[in-house]
């Protein structure tokens, strides 16, 4: 379905009945603090089969489930898949104990300390960039110097805004990148982040569910969507108040694997 529908389109529906329930975060469910409308019946009617699958590169899915408790909620943290806190558990997994030039707000820096990552600005073997809202001149100066070097740049997200409580787009990860893409345009980048497969693809893989089996609901056709439908995953839009494209014309070249 392309035409975007209302939450309430999809509660009357057959897809509340499905295995899985996959929802994107900021501009479907919430906006900023904000509770968007009908969400509070999606968490009572969908339970235990609702899954968050977010470019969120700011919480790890324990400190973003204490968040949406103070909302009124309910979800545990085990059905929550986050691409900053997935972008370093994939890292750890392909290469424990690597030295990173990480630029990420302090959940994710306590996070990649946990899985034995270590931080290391002069020499990392990778550079790793999430939503940084204490990033300045010299770090982008710095990170562009590393990305000419020929270091590894992955991104938690490509998404160059998210809407805050208002619907006014937020700065993310991806306008970062554009920052330090136009300085050094031969810089690559990847990404697990949507429109890749590997969120939605790990919440069926926990969830024991086929692709057939689940929908996923969303409101960026350009990343929700791109990511349900290359993981196979029927994917309605919903319309939301200040959605806006996720990627921009040209942000440099971003691919969708994590480097090993």
């Known amino acids: 379905m392309t035409?975007?529908?209302r939450l309430t389109y999809f509660l009357n529906g057959p897809w509340p009945d499905r295995a899985a329930i996959l929802a994107d975060l900021d501009g479907c469910l919430i906006?900023?603090?904000t509770v968007l409308p009908d969400v509070p019946d999606l968490f009572a009617r969908c339970g235990d089969r609702l899954w968050i699958v977010s470019n969120n590169s700011s919480d790890t899915a324990e400190t973003l489930a204490v968040r949406l408790a103070r909302l009124g909620l309910d979800l545990p943290a085990e059905r929550i898949v986050l691409a900053g806190e997935m972008t370093l558990r994939a890292i750890q997994v392909a290469k424990p104990g690597s030295r990173l030039a990480l630029f990420a707000d302090p959940p994710l820096q306590a996070l990649a300390e946990r899985l034995?990552?270590?931080?290391?600005?002069?020499r990392p073997q990778m550079v790793v960039l999430a939503r940084d809202r204490s990033l300045d001149f010299d770090d982008i100066a710095r990170i562009a110097a590393l990305a000419h070097a020929g270091v590894p740049v992955t991104l938690a997200n490509p998404d160059p805004s998210h809407p805050g409580a208002d619907g006014t787009p937020?700065?993310?990860?991806?306008?970062l990148w554009a920052a330090i893409s136009a300085i050094s345009p031969r810089a690559v980048a990847t990404s697990l982040g949507k429109p890749a497969p590997d969120l939605p693809r790990e919440a069926l893989r926990r969830a024991g569910v086929t692709p057939g089996a689940a929908v996923f609901i969303g409101d960026t056709p350009e990343t929700d969507g791109r990511a349900a439908a290359a993981a196979g995953i029927e994917f309605l839009r919903l319309e939301r108040p200040g959605a806006a494209p996720a990627l921009p014309p040209s942000t440099g070249r971003i691919t969708g694997?994590?480097?090993c």
């Open 257 to 259: 694997a994590v480097p």
């Open 116 to 122: 034995g990552l270590r931080r290391d600005l002069d």
């Open 31 to 33: 906006s900023g603090d």
């Open 170 to 175: 937020q700065p993310e990860t991806g306008a």
């Open 3 to 5: 035409d975007p529908v």
